[in-house]
């Protein structure tokens, strides 16, 4: 079993999330390792999840460290291999890095993707992935032509607007590279309503 797209799982705080997730093909999964974050995972707590799974690559989640502090923090991860930031400002003293990169952007509106698209080929020469999120935005048809544009310059995770009924059919307008879901918390330990999460996984299988 394998999935029609590229899959990040964002901020995965828990061992059910982290194993049907492994389970169901996702190529990222990303942990929150800033301290004073709900969502921060330990490195002893990393270990524990990660030691169950297989297959899939790692991404160490920030929104305000400093580089320098992210280094120094993922020296206690070595199983790391990508980092995730929210300050475009740090890029320029993460590009030579031995880390994947990937930028994530709070979209509020048209002129947000505009500037985007026009930073474009700068992305694309530095290999850094863009990563999509928004909380007012809808994903109308002009909206779609915009993320487009910028997948058809740099690579691209859709963040939101997804949904299980029209997943494929967004992925096949904007020519995106991938998607992304976010992980949640379990309602107790060992037991995890996945809802809306499983629904897309399962509406990108693809059966052998």
Request: hydrophobic share 35%; glycine share 6%.
């Amino acid at each position: 079993m394998s999935l029609k797209t590229f899959v990040k799982i964002s901020a995965i705080n828990n061992l059910s999330d982290a194993r049907y997730c492994a389970g169901m093909y996702v190529n990222l999964m990303g942990f929150n390792l800033e301290e004073n974050q709900p969502n921060y995972i330990s490195p002893e707590k990393f270990g524990e999840i990660t030691s169950w799974l297989s297959g899939l690559e790692y991404v160490g989640e920030f929104e305000n460290s400093h580089p320098d502090s992210i280094l120094e923090t993922l020296k206690s991860y070595p199983d790391i291999k990508y980092i995730e930031i929210q300050e475009e400002i740090h890029l320029k003293m993460l590009v030579n890095s031995s880390y994947g990169l990937i930028l994530k952007q709070n979209i509020k509106d048209v002129d947000d993707l505009e500037d985007l698209i026009t930073k474009s080929q700068s992305y694309s020469d530095h290999d850094v992935t863009l990563h999509l999120v928004s909380e007012t935005l809808h994903l109308d048809d002009s909206i779609l032509e915009k993320i487009k544009a910028l997948s058809e310059k740099c690579q691209v995770l859709l963040g939101f607007g997804l949904e299980a009924n029209s997943i494929e059919n967004i992925i096949e307008k904007t020519k995106i590279r991938g998607i992304s879901l976010q992980g949640g918390d379990e309602i107790k330990p060992g037991l995890k309503d996945f809802d809306e999460l499983a629904d897309i996984l399962e509406a990108l299988e693809i059966d052998n």
